[in-house]
């Protein structure tokens, strides 16, 4: 305690003693007589030793941070100096007590100099869930670099994971330290407690949940819901206000951020979205290669509806760009991909079939990549003219139910995104089939046990979530214990 006439003359005699021997060195650490209760507590509670009053002496090896022997408070420091050392020390109680007063002063100035320097570093609080995964083993790269919050941005790494000491995720710390980037200023390992999420910027969901064969598909859901209520509380007691949460994955996205949207009720609305991105990058790379050309010439390719569930995959907007043929013009010139393609047997098989393939041979590569794009995009905007897809919020566009997480086509500009609402819509049906899908999940997860109808009535549509009264009906098939994805293609 930094006003503890004890610790000044313990202080006194270990200077002694570091002086007059060769290989012995002193490290000394003072808290506020406010803080000390809690920090010895602290102390006591990590390395199992039991000590009440300041101050508290320990011995480590020269390479300080191993494990430390505990010597006790100064009596038993100045009978280890004596048997060991054969050195006495004695100290007025006078010159004592005006020690202990000096060593407040100085403690409190240098924590005010500590708090002006941590002032002037304003990072990005980025917070990474599931971090011993592979995909935030390729993801730091791209956030430390630049390429997605700028060169004039430092950023503060946190790595969540439910087993933070594990070997993975120190490895990941000494390979992300080495890599020396300037904007990487400092990374430090979490775990779920009270103070996860503090802070933050920018929240990256990489949690991926699979039904196990012990589980059916209604525990896995109530596992979800529960883990993601308590992430949705955390975010909404100790983040930003203005923080942006990315939700990535292969299994439930939607319904995750749907999840955390319902327990973050302080956070934008529009600040929580799934991604679709790995999807839509997929299709491009797939009718790239059928054309013989660069996935990046691709574009305007959306994505509709369930990311993990029921999706459509809507190419009517799709544009090629810079395609060698006999019609040739500036960067700006695009032709439209049905233009281009006549093959429509090998869109409805071969296309489809492909995109099962891919999904069994994912890496964190792709997924990386794709979670760095759509941050950039929303720190600079993506190309103005360009549509991309991603889950967000419906709030009853084109004619969709209010309340659920929904991929469709959106612009990025100024940072935020805004529906892309010139969109021509494939079939209304197969749109309100995968709302169904969705909707199906949001009961299940919640425990909401009611059979839920969708319907159209030609001229006019009317959708509530739990209430749907539209018509024709169409009713949601039970899913039972096994997940059945539906792929269609609209052109």
């Not at 790494?157 to 890599?179: F, G, K, P, Q």
Request: net charge negative.
């Amino acid at each position: 305690r930094a006003d503890c006439p004890y610790y000044a003359k313990a202080e006194l005699l270990a200077d002694y003693l570091h002086k007059s021997l060769p290989c012995f060195h002193v490290h000394k650490m003072t808290q506020h007589p406010e803080d000390w209760e809690d920090w010895l507590k602290e102390v006591c509670k990590k390395n199992g030793w039991s000590h009440q009053r300041s101050p508290i002496i320990w011995r480590e090896l020269v390479d300080r941070g191993g494990k430390g022997m505990l010597v006790g408070g100064f009596n038993e420091f100045f009978e280890h100096s004596q048997e060991y050392y054969n050195i006495t020390f004695d100290l007025m109680s006078d010159l004592m007590k005006q020690i202990a007063v000096e060593n407040l002063e100085t403690h409190i100035e240098t924590k005010k100099e500590q708090e002006e320097i941590q002032s002037l570093f304003d990072p990005l609080h980025v917070w990474i869930t599931s971090a011993t995964v592979p995909t935030c083993y390729n993801l730091i790269p791209h956030l430390a670099s630049g390429d997605v919050f700028g060169m004039g941005k430092e950023i503060w790494l946190h790595l969540l994971d439910s087993n933070h000491d594990s070997e993975t995720l120190r490895a990941l710390v000494m390979e992300a330290e080495d890599l020396a980037f300037p904007l990487l200023r400092k990374i430090t390992v979490h775990k779920i407690a009270s103070d996860a999420f503090l802070q933050a910027d920018v929240v990256i969901f990489l949690d991926d949940t699979y039904a196990k064969n012990d589980l059916s598909q209604e525990q896995c859901l109530r596992k979800i819901a529960e883990q993601f209520t308590q992430y949705g509380a955390l975010i909404d007691q100790s983040s930003n206000k203005e923080v942006k949460v990315v939700v990535a994955g292969s299994s439930y996205v939607n319904l995750k951020a749907l999840i955390l949207l319902s327990s973050a009720p302080s956070i934008n609305t529009h600040n929580i979205v799934a991604l679709p991105t790995q999807l839509e990058f997929e299709a491009k790379a797939q009718i790239a290669k059928k054309l013989n050309i660069n996935s990046s010439a691709v574009k305007d390719v959306i994505l509709w509806g369930n990311i993990s569930g029921i999706n459509y995959l809507d190419l009517s907007h799709a544009k090629i760009f810079q395609y060698d043929s006999a019609i040739w013009g500036p960067p700006s010139f695009f032709r439209p991909l049905k233009n281009l393609i006549y093959d429509r047997k090998w869109l409805k098989n071969e296309f489809l079939q492909e995109r099962s393939r891919k999904s069994q041979h994912r890496s964190g590569m792709s997924a990386a990549h794709c979670i760095a794009t759509v941050l950039s995009w929303w720190q600079k905007d993506s190309n103005p003219e360009e549509i991309v897809s991603l889950g967000v919020v419906s709030e009853g566009q084109f004619g969709l139910p209010e309340g659920i997480i929904y991929s469709m086509p959106v612009q990025f500009k100024n940072g935020v995104w805004h529906i892309y609402a010139q969109a021509v819509l494939p079939s209304q049906e197969k749109l309100i089939e995968a709302a169904a899908d969705l909707i199906k999940e949001k009961e299940i997860a919640l425990g909401i046990h009611q059979k839920t109808e969708i319907a159209i009535d030609g001229s006019k549509e009317t959708t509530k979530c739990n209430k749907i009264t539209l018509h024709p009906v169409i009713i949601v098939p039970d899913l039972g214990t096994k997940r059945v994805r539906h792929a269609f293609i609209y052109v």
